[in-house]
């Protein structure tokens, strides 16, 4: 069998939701929390090997929540994303609060990745069909030794991705006619507006983008050599900050465009018709936890998900 693994960042600061853990908020009929149904998902179709990325200042709330109880049933590994992880000779911006981002996420996660991983947020919920076809895709095509990168990703439709509560991020993608990724735009504040999003750019122009627009949900599957380029990127990230840029982050769809654009990787979009929700606004959680109940009473899960 071969080696796959979920990595989870779970070391978001949860600010828009008020300043709670968000990640680590109930939703499901027995105290669920969205990472249960991922995990639930991600070894349903195969993967077999857990590691979270989190904060060292979260670490016990954490494994009380929901890490020790994930340990009794696969292999689990702990990475830590903090401010002052830097390459040598670099030192943390004395005003700098915000992540550097999940391109560095991942990058803490790097002594504990050796095998194709799939990458995924903390408080999204992707449903089925993207582990599914993401860990089929490692399996039987991934070329992990290709110069040329070899990536997958779960491409949501955008009508199936927005919250009812407020704006949020999206990687708008471009796919050609045979389903392989023409380039990445982060676009922020997207609200529906009849058959179109409305959202701004990097400098704050206003976009539109039409609901039924691939878009990347930080769903990425990677091979383990993909975290040497992110060694290599990182100090190039940091060297390209203009002084005083505390709030700049070194984001994977970013990192993957430019990739793309260069040549230097190949990604091929599977869709999934899967109807994303997550708790990005305080909001958004009795709708996250009618979501799931309405799932359970189909049958999709269990009433309770895992053993206590």
């Given at each position: 069998?071969?080696?796959?693994?979920?990595?989870?960042?779970?070391?978001?600061?949860?600010?828009?939701?008020g300043?709670?853990i968000?990640?680590?908020?109930?939703?499901?009929?027995?105290?669920?929390i969205i990472?249960?149904?991922?995990?639930?998902?991600?070894?349903?179709?195969?993967?077999?090997?857990?590691?979270?990325?989190?904060?060292k200042?979260?670490?016990?709330?954490f494994?009380?929540?929901?890490?020790?109880?994930?340990?009794?049933?696969?292999?689990?590994?702990?990475?830590?994303?903090?401010?002052?992880?830097?390459?040598?000779?670099?030192?943390?911006?004395?005003?700098?609060?915000?992540?550097?981002?999940?391109?560095?996420?991942?990058?803490?996660?790097k002594?504990?990745?050796?095998?194709?991983?799939?990458?995924?947020?903390?408080?999204?919920?992707?449903?089925?069909?993207?582990?599914?076809?993401?860990?089929?895709?490692?399996?039987?095509?991934?070329?992990?030794?290709?110069?040329?990168f070899?990536?997958?990703?779960?491409?949501?439709?955008?009508?199936?991705?927005?919250?009812?509560?407020?704006?949020?991020?999206?990687?708008?993608?471009?796919?050609?006619?045979?389903?392989?990724?023409?380039?990445?735009?982060?676009?922020?504040?997207?609200?529906?507006d009849?058959?179109?999003?409305?959202?701004?750019?990097?400098?704050?122009?206003?976009?539109?983008?039409?609901?039924?627009?691939?878009?990347?949900?930080?769903?990425?599957?990677?091979?383990?050599?993909?975290?040497?380029?992110?060694?290599?990127?990182?100090?190039?990230?940091?060297?390209?900050?203009?002084?005083?840029?505390?709030?700049t982050?070194?984001l994977?769809?970013?990192?993957?465009?430019?990739?793309?654009?260069?040549?230097?990787?190949?990604?091929?979009?599977?869709e999934?018709?899967?109807?994303?929700?997550?708790?990005?606004?305080?909001?958004?959680?009795?709708?996250?936890?009618?979501?799931?109940?309405?799932?359970?009473?189909?049958?999709?899960?269990?009433?309770?998900l895992?053993?206590?």
């Amino acid at each position: 069998m071969k080696n796959t693994a979920l990595v989870i960042m779970a070391a978001g600061i949860g600010s828009r939701f008020g300043g709670g853990i968000k990640q680590l908020e109930p939703v499901g009929p027995s105290g669920e929390i969205i990472m249960d149904y991922s995990i639930h998902d991600a070894l349903e179709a195969g993967f077999n090997k857990i590691v979270f990325i989190i904060r060292k200042d979260l670490e016990e709330d954490f494994k009380e929540i929901i890490g020790r109880r994930i340990e009794k049933i696969a292999p689990v590994e702990y990475a830590y994303q903090e401010l002052t992880d830097l390459p040598a000779g670099y030192e943390k911006p004395a005003d700098r609060t915000k992540p550097w981002g999940t391109g560095q996420a991942i990058l803490c996660a790097k002594q504990v990745i050796h095998e194709p991983f799939i990458v995924i947020n903390a408080d999204d919920y992707y449903g089925k069909e993207g582990f599914k076809k993401i860990h089929e895709y490692m399996v039987n095509q991934m070329d992990t030794e290709s110069e040329v990168f070899d990536i997958c990703m779960g491409g949501f439709i955008l009508g199936n991705t927005l919250s009812e509560n407020g704006g949020v991020t999206r990687g708008v993608c471009q796919v050609d006619d045979n389903g392989v990724l023409i380039d990445v735009t982060e676009t922020y504040e997207l609200q529906k507006d009849g058959d179109v999003a409305r959202g701004r750019d990097d400098d704050g122009n206003p976009v539109e983008v039409p609901i039924g627009q691939h878009v990347s949900m930080n769903m990425w599957g990677l091979a383990p050599a993909f975290l040497e380029e992110l060694e290599r990127g990182f100090p190039v990230f940091l060297d390209g900050l203009k002084e005083g840029d505390i709030k700049t982050e070194y984001l994977l769809p970013r990192i993957i465009d430019r990739l793309v654009r260069a040549g230097r990787a190949r990604v091929t979009v599977l869709e999934t018709p899967d109807k994303w929700f997550g708790v990005t606004y305080r909001e958004d959680k009795p709708t996250v936890a009618a979501a799931i109940q309405e799932l359970v009473a189909d049958g999709v899960y269990p009433e309770k998900l895992f053993a206590r």
